[in-house]
């Protein structure tokens, strides 16, 4: 069995695409951690409630929560750096925030977004950048863990697809893994997606699960698959090097 870190920025990241490969993962046996740098707090969501940011946070920390429940987390933990604001936010403090993390979990994989932040949002950028530059320390230092950094991305959307015009996705040629998702996942998803009741109109919008069309891609960072894998954990070798694993 591998353990899986995900690194995102904000509450729901989790739940608006990888939600059902984490389900999935876990019913499988393996360990899934996730790591929410912000409480999500500046959210426009937070002026059609009427809640301060201090009760934004506390709101969405609540709903993060239940989803760990949900997804049936083996750990989570909620940071409380400044939402829509980390680009301001020293990235050596990021930096040595997911480092520490990284040695409490000794995940053998960990999942950010892609350099595209898929939505372009500044915070998935930072996050992108932080967990890149970590995982890139780790191996300089002969680290032996993490064996693998995969970014969560989306494929070309199907011509026919209705997928909202800001969400970008990964040429075809940088995705090393492509997962078919089970149905039971998908429904396990949906309830996760559910305990963001603050969030509700928003996923109503934007069906965040249908630009899945089925599947999770991920890109996987120096490594190359051709063809594309179907399990994050494949081609892990016993000795902890990566199978597709090109760069020093």
């Given at each position: 069995m591998a353990s899986f870190l995900y690194v995102f920025p904000h509450p729901d990241d989790e739940s608006f695409g990888p939600a059902p490969l984490i389900a999935q993962?876990?019913?499988?046996?393996?360990?899934?951690h996730l790591l929410t740098l912000t409480?999500?707090?500046?959210?426009?969501?937070r002026d059609r409630l009427g809640l301060t940011k201090e009760e934004m946070a506390e709101t969405r920390y609540q709903e993060m929560m239940d989803v760990a429940e949900v997804l049936r987390l083996a750990s989570i933990r909620v940071l409380q750096y400044p939402d829509g604001a980390l680009a301001e936010t020293s990235p050596l403090m990021l930096e040595d925030t997911v480092a520490e993390h990284l040695h409490r979990t000794r995940a053998d994989v960990v999942v950010t977004y892609p350099v595209h932040g898929v939505s372009g949002h500044p915070d998935h950028l930072v996050a992108h950048a932080v967990v890149k530059r970590v995982v890139c320390a780790f191996r300089s230092e002969g680290i032996d863990y993490p064996k693998r950094l995969a970014f969560f991305t989306l494929a070309a959307p199907p011509p026919d697809a209705d997928r909202p015009e800001h969400l970008r996705h990964s040429p075809d040629a940088?995705?090393?893994?492509?997962?078919?998702?089970?149905?039971?996942?998908?429904?396990?998803?949906?309830?996760?997606?559910?305990?963001?009741?603050?969030?509700?109109?928003?996923?109503?919008?934007?069906?965040?699960?249908?630009?899945?069309?089925?599947?999770v891609h991920l890109e996987m960072f120096g490594e190359d698959f051709d063809p594309v894998v179907s399990a994050l954990d494949a081609g892990l070798s016993e000795n902890g090097t990566p199978q597709g694993l090109t760069i020093p």
């Open positions: 993962q876990q019913r499988q046996g393996h360990d899934v409480r999500g707090e500046a959210t426009s969501q940088l995705i090393d893994c492509t997962v078919d998702l089970d149905p039971a996942d998908m429904e396990t998803a949906e309830r996760a997606l559910d305990c963001y009741e603050t969030y509700q109109p928003v996923i109503e919008e934007h069906q965040p699960l249908q630009s899945l069309h089925g599947q």
